[in-house]
């Protein structure tokens, strides 16, 4: 079988991506630009693609992935709903750190927030995972697929995503800074932001 295209949307923004807030698997809602992005994420999906023919639609399990889908879909002008859940897309977690402020984090622990910087791809919060952890369940998902699919999940998803992907060292990958306004069209080891 020839390698498929993912076509994956990092989910809209929620006040909690403004504020710098570790999310991970806390069941953030959209704002207002959260959903804009969303929206605009499938109008550009709609004019790349020609159709929904043969795609596979897939989210995360968490409300602010689902919604941002549910946008897409919309825009794409196709049902909102029709689309199905893979529990291996839920962002990785932030353990112990999730709610907390990056700010918070660098002034409670500033040992730690510099090791987490230079360590991003194994750093692991007390009870959460790290970007290598989460690479086991993303890559074996990917690893199933049977057609080209239009992603909605999350920034560490992505990120492993990536890696898995493009064969990029794990610290470039661990460090990207994955957009919310943008489409990542990942095809043939090569990637593109629409």
Not at 119 to 138: D, K, Y
Not at 159 to 178: I, K, N, Q, T, W
Request: net charge negative; aromatic share 8%.
């Amino acid at each position: 079988m020839p390698p498929v295209t993912v076509y994956f949307v990092r989910h809209g923004q929620t006040d909690w991506n403004a504020e710098l807030r570790f999310q991970g698997r806390q069941d953030v809602p959209l704002n207002a630009l959260g959903r804009s992005q969303a929206d605009d994420n499938g109008r550009k999906l709609a004019g790349l693609l020609e159709g929904a023919d043969g795609l596979d639609f897939i989210s995360s399990p968490l409300s602010r992935a689902k919604e941002t889908m549910e946008r897409v879909r919309a825009a794409m002008g196709l049902a909102r709903a029709d689309y199905r859940i893979d529990e291996r897309l839920i962002e990785a977690s932030y353990g112990v750190l999730e709610g907390v402020t990056l700010a918070e984090f660098k002034a409670a622990n500033r040992e730690l927030h510099r090791y987490r910087k230079a360590n991003r791809w194994t750093f692991c919060p007390q009870g959460g995972e790290s970007h290598e952890m989460t690479l086991t369940r993303v890559a074996q998902w990917h690893d199933e697929l049977q057609r080209d699919a239009v992603v909605a999940a999350h920034g560490v998803v992505g990120r492993v995503l990536r890696y898995h992907l493009l064969a990029l060292d794990p610290e470039e990958a661990g460090g990207f800074v994955f957009p919310q306004d943008k489409v990542l069209v990942i095809r043939r080891g090569e990637e593109e932001f629409v």
